[in-house]
T-cell receptor, first 112, second 115 residues
Framework: KQEVTQIPAALSVPEGENLVLNCSFT??????LQWFRQDPGKGLTSLLL?????REQTSGRLNASLDKSSGRSTLYIAASQPGDSATYLC???????????FGTGTRLQVFP | GAGVSQSPRYKVAKRGQDVALRCDPI?????LFWYQQALGQGPEFLTY????????KSGLPSDRFFAERPEGSVSTLKIQRTQQEDSAVYLC?????????????FGEGSRLTVL
């Protein structure tokens, strides 16, 4: 059974720091991995989608990498800002099914 | 529409009542998913549609939960005889592609509170 773990569960940093959020999954048979952002009381906003054949994706200050063989992904946030404060969720699309399996998220707070 | 739209945003139900939650996917999106998110947890898969066909309902927690998408667009998640453990945010997502490589776009969710 696919399990997704995110470390750390919570993170509080001063503005301007570069951050790394970690996601690990137990079964490498995936189609893709997607990183989401969730603000309190809101839905999920897609940040980056990495197909299983890709190693990384970049969007602005965000860079996500995928090492399928070791079951790991990292989300790198450069020059963090208070507006980055949110919960970040990673999810894998399980091979031979249509399901996204989510981690429990990393709650990020960036203070001025 | 521009994004996935869900209604109602908030619903309070007395235990035993039936509720219906609506999802309007992005126009043209073939795939539609329902997820349940408990407080402090990641979303959990409930069910999946491709057009009007419900291809996977393995995540529905009991036979009190029922989902439909009769015309391959709008979907409704119905919960009968609600229980307190049904309290959660119910998220709907849609995807353009039928292949499993498509990106999912989520709505803002319907927060259900069962008293």
């Amino acid at each position: 059974k696919q399990e997704v773990t995110q470390i750390p569960a919570a993170l509080s940093v001063p503005e301007g720091e570069n951050l790394v959020l970690n996601c690990s999954f137990t079964d490498s048979a995936i189609y893709n991995l997607q990183w989401f952002r969730q603000d309190p009381g809101k839905g999920l906003t897609s940040l980056l989608l990495i197909q299983s054949s890709q190693r990384e994706q970049t969007s602005g200050r965000l860079n996500a990498s995928l090492d399928k063989s070791s079951g790991r992904s990292t989300l790198y946030i450069a020059a963090s800002q208070p507006g980055d404060s949110a919960t970040y969720l990673c999810a894998v699309r399980v091979y031979n099914t249509d399901k996204l399996i989510f981690g429990t998220g990393t709650r990020l707070q960036v203070f001025p | 529409g521009a994004g996935v739209s869900q209604s109602p945003r908030y619903k309070v139900a007395k235990r035993g009542q039936d509720v219906a939650l609506r999802c309007d996917p992005i126009s043209g999106h073939v795939s539609l998913f329902w997820y349940q998110q408990a407080l402090g947890q990641g979303p959990e898969f409930l069910t999946y549609f491709q057009n009007e066909a419900q291809l996977d309902k393995s995540g529905l927690p009991s036979d009190r939960f029922f989902a439909e998408r009769p015309e391959g667009s709008v979907s409704t998640l119905k919960i009968q005889r609600t229980q307190q453990e049904d309290s959660a945010v119910y998220l709907c997502a849609s995807s353009f592609r039928t292949q499993n490589t498509g990106e999912l776009f989520f709505g803002e969710g319907s927060r259900l509170t069962v008293l």
